[in-house]
């Protein structure tokens, strides 16, 4: 999808009535394969309809595919399949997170009337500080919300958040910041998993090829020891790409080209909005993309050889 969105951007008129199908169909596919995928389109979509203005009877096309498509995967296959909607604390495990760690390292701080309202949206917060908050981790935290409180009283929680907000401004951004960095710090290393040999809590084994997962794991672990190349497990170090790359074209005044980057930025901050961490599977379109986004956007086309040089 990227691509084709460079392609489109640098080239409007390959938009043809053809393309405008398979965009539809690319635009559904992004919306299938990721959770967030959906909002990722939403949100880009302007952008698309305002760059590529002038094709907008191909882009009704393409909406028409995407509207289409959605419509049949979220209604009745969702409903032939069963899918419902997901626990509702999942959508605020970023600010429980950060009520969290000020419980964790300021309960002295907190007045009883704080306390009791705390506990009353997230029950048992505080009795064991040490595994209620994980600077990494949301889970802890997020699950100590209660979804039946959340549904009757949204606005409550909301505004406890609002409350401690001023006071704890700096707890607050550390708690996210923490929670986020393995998508933008670029020597963290993402977890790639490769089908362990130890269960976890999270992860099951499979008894097939027990002897060709140690194998795997063991090439791999070496292979990320050695320099350089072991960053390729870094979001951190796509993500920069990305908005560097993005940079450099806003600099050279092709501010069209910058659509595809638009897309991965959305597809970013959707991400870290989620209680994920160090989780490469939610930004896979950045490896995917960025290869080919970033050293076509450093170097260029041959098309823009030609009409520039």
Known sequence: LCMELW??????????WQRSLWLGALLFLTCFWQ???????????????????????????????????????????????????????????????????????HAEELDSALLEEIEHYMPS?????????LPLLADPAKNRLSDAVLREDLGGFLRLW?????RYLGEYVMAF????????????????DHGGTQ?????????????????????HNLAMRIPIFGMIESCGL???????????????????????FVLLGFLFLTTIASPVNLEYR???????AVPFLVPTAVFGTKKEEGTHG
């Open 7 to 16: 392609d489109f951007a640098n080239r409007s008129e390959a938009l043809t």
């Open 35 to 105: 959770k967030n995928g959906l909002y990722v389109v939403l949100l880009t979509l302007p952008f698309i309809l305002w760059i590529l203005r002038r094709r907008w009877k191909q882009l009704l096309c393409a909406g028409g595919v995407l509207l289409l498509l959605t419509g049949i995967y979220r209604g009745p296959m969702f409903s032939a399949l069963d899918v419902s909607p997901g626990p509702m604390h999942e959508a605020f495990s970023i600010p429980a997170q950060q009520i969290a760690r000020v419980v964790r390292y």
């Open 125 to 133: 917060m505080g009795q064991t500080p040490d595994a209620d908050y």
């Open 162 to 166: 609002a409350k401690l907000l001023p």
């Open 177 to 192: 910041l923490l929670l986020k960095y393995g998508y933008w710090y670029p020597g963290a290393r993402a977890v790639f």
């Open 199 to 219: 269960a976890t809590e999270y992860y099951d084994t499979h008894p097939w090829f027990p002897a060709l997962r140690t194998a795997v794991n063991s090439a």
């Open 238 to 260: 796509f993500v920069w790409s990305a908005l560097l790359a993005a940079g450099l074209l806003l600099y050279r005044r092709k501010g069209k080209l910058v659509l595809p």
């Open 282 to 288: 939610y930004i896979f379109g950045f490896y995917t």
